[in-house]
């Protein structure tokens, strides 16, 4: 998808000159294995899509359907940097998902799939309060792919 560009062209006023818009996930599929009454923590990173010239607020929510495994991630609201005219510090975010099996949970895979929305009014103000170039919710149709982890759940 296209968005009208915002700074660093020098001709962002032009409604003929249009910027990259988007995000990415790294890796979009991944397996871990986790012990009956035990943690463990997986990551996966979001990015901002080449040529982006603004701001992203983020918003990512975990679903499983089965309840033996309970799902937190670290920080499910968070800011991405544009890439152009160069890279901001912010451009990828490491996303840290802490998975814990009941003591009772059953061997075997289950999966695990994330969602991704614009955050809250509360993150969305702040942040444009924050920032003096363009701010967007991110699109919760740009990653085409689920984003998922299989639990593998193994017995003590």
Excluded: M
Excluded at 22 to 44: D, L, N, R, T
Excluded at 79 to 107: C, E, R
Aim: one cysteine or more.
């Amino acid at each position: 998808s296209f968005s009208k560009c915002s700074g660093g062209t020098g001709n962002s006023s032009n409604p003929n000159y249009y910027g990259a818009s988007g995000y990415g996930v790294f890796p979009v599929s991944q397996e871990i294995k986790v012990k009956q009454g035990e943690k463990a923590v997986a990551s996966f990173f979001v990015h901002s899509g080449f040529g982006v010239q603004s701001f992203k607020g983020v918003k990512i929510e975990a679903k499983t359907s089965y309840s033996g495994i309970k799902v937190e991630l670290a920080e499910p609201e968070f800011l991405l940097g544009y890439t152009f005219p160069k890279f901001s510090s912010i451009w990828a975010h490491k996303v840290d998902v802490i998975i814990s099996a009941g003591n009772k949970a059953i061997n075997g895979k289950h999966e695990v799939v994330f969602s991704f929305s614009s955050p809250s009014l509360e993150s969305t103000e702040k942040w444009k309060n924050l920032i003096n170039r363009n701010y967007y919710g991110i699109s919760s149709t740009n990653v085409n792919l689920p984003v998922k982890i299989i639990v593998n759940i193994e017995g003590n």
